[in-house]
C-alpha cells in the first residue's frame, strides 16, 4: 500500500459526460502528479499540483482540468468525454515538488475510466 | 524523439534465473534520475529502483539491480532469480534536471512472463 488512494477505482460513463476523480496523497506530500495510461499513448504526464499551486502541464487536454484543495486532496474533472479518454488514471505524490531528483513518487491504484 | 525506449515488448525467463530489461533514454541534462516501476495485472504501480545520473555505483534493491552505463545512456534493470511473482509489466523512466518539475516520463513498458 503505497499510502495514496484515488476514488473511485472504477468509472464506467457515456460519452459527452464529466466526471471526476479524486486523489489523497500520503500523509505529508505536497505534490501530485496526474498521469493517464491508455494502449496507444502508454503512460504520460497530464498535471502537477504543490500545495495547491499548479506547478507544471503535460499533456493534459484542455476538455481536463484539476486543482488541489487546501487539505492536499486533488480532483481531476475530465469533461465533454469521449471514447479515447478511456485510461487508467493515475495519481503520485511525493514530498517536495521534485527538486530533489531522487524523489519517489508513490503511485495510487489508479481509477480505471471506461467511456461508451 | 522518444526520451526513453525499452525495445522489448515482452520477455520469458524461467524461474528462477537471471533476466534484464533494456533501457535508453535520450537527455542533454547533465542532472537526471532514472527509475523503474513494476505494474502487475491489478494495475498498482511499485516503485522498484532509483539511479542518479551522479550516483557512481550501479544501484541495487534485493534482486534488483541497475546496470547503469552513462555513456551508453542506457539504465537496464537486472532482475536476479526470478519469481512467479515477477510476472507484470515493467516501466523505465526518467526525471530530467535539478529543479525539474519532478514528472516522470516513462518507456512504452516490457512485459515479463516468469515460466514455472
Known amino acids: 500500500d503505497s499510502g495514496v488512494t484515488q476514488t473511485p477505482k472504477h468509472l464506467i460513463t457515456a460519452t459527452g459526460q464529466r466526471v471526476t476523480l479524486r486523489c489523497s496523497p500520503r500523509?505529508?506530500?505536497?505534490?501530485v502528479y496526474w498521469y493517464q495510461q491508455s494502449l496507444d499513448q502508454g503512460l504520460q504526464f497530464l498535471i502537477q499540483?504543490?500545495?495547491?499551486?499548479?506547478?507544471a502541464k503535460g499533456n493534459i487536454l484542455e476538455r481536463f482540468s484539476a486543482q488541489q484543495f487546501p487539505d492536499l486532496h486533488s480532483e481531476l474533472n475530465l469533461s465533454s468525454l469521449e471514447l479515447g479518454d478511456s485510461a487508467l488514471y493515475f495519481c503520485?505524490?511525493?514530498?517536495?515538488?521534485?527538486?530533489?531528483?531522487?524523489?519517489?513518487?508513490?503511485f495510487g491504484p489508479g481509477t480505471r475510466l471506461t467511456v461508451l | 524523439a522518444q526520451k526513453i525506449t525499452q525495445t522489448q515488448p515482452g520477455m520469458f525467463v524461467q524461474e528462477k534465473e537471471a533476466v534484464t530489461l533494456d533501457c535508453t533514454y535520450d537527455?542533454?541534462?547533465?542532472?537526471?534520475?532514472l527509475f523503474w516501476y513494476k505494474q502487475p495485472s491489478s494495475g498498482e504501480m511499485i516503485f522498484l529502483i532509483y539511479?542518479?545520473?551522479?550516483?557512481?555505483q550501479n544501484a541495487t534493491e534485493g534482486r534488483y539491480s541497475l546496470n547503469f552505463q552513462k555513456a551508453r545512456k542506457s539504465a537496464n534493470l537486472v532482475i536476479s532469480a526470478s519469481q512467479l511473482g515477477d510476472s507484470a509489466m515493467y516501466f523505465c523512466?526518467?526525471?530530467?534536471?535539478?529543479?525539474?518539475?519532478?514528472?516522470?516520463?516513462f518507456g512504452k513498458g516490457t512485459k515479463l512472463s516468469v515460466k514455472p
Open positions: 539511479q542518479g545520473s551522479y550516483d557512481q
Open positions: 499540483y504543490y500545495n495547491g499551486e499548479e506547478r
Open positions: 537527455t542533454s541534462d547533465p542532472s537526471y534520475g
Open positions: 523512466a526518467m526525471r530530467e534536471g535539478v529543479g525539474s518539475q519532478g514528472n516522470l516520463i
Open positions: 500523509s505529508g506530500d505536497l505534490s
Open positions: 503520485a505524490s511525493s514530498a517536495t515538488p521534485g527538486t530533489l531528483l531522487g524523489n519517489e513518487q508513490f
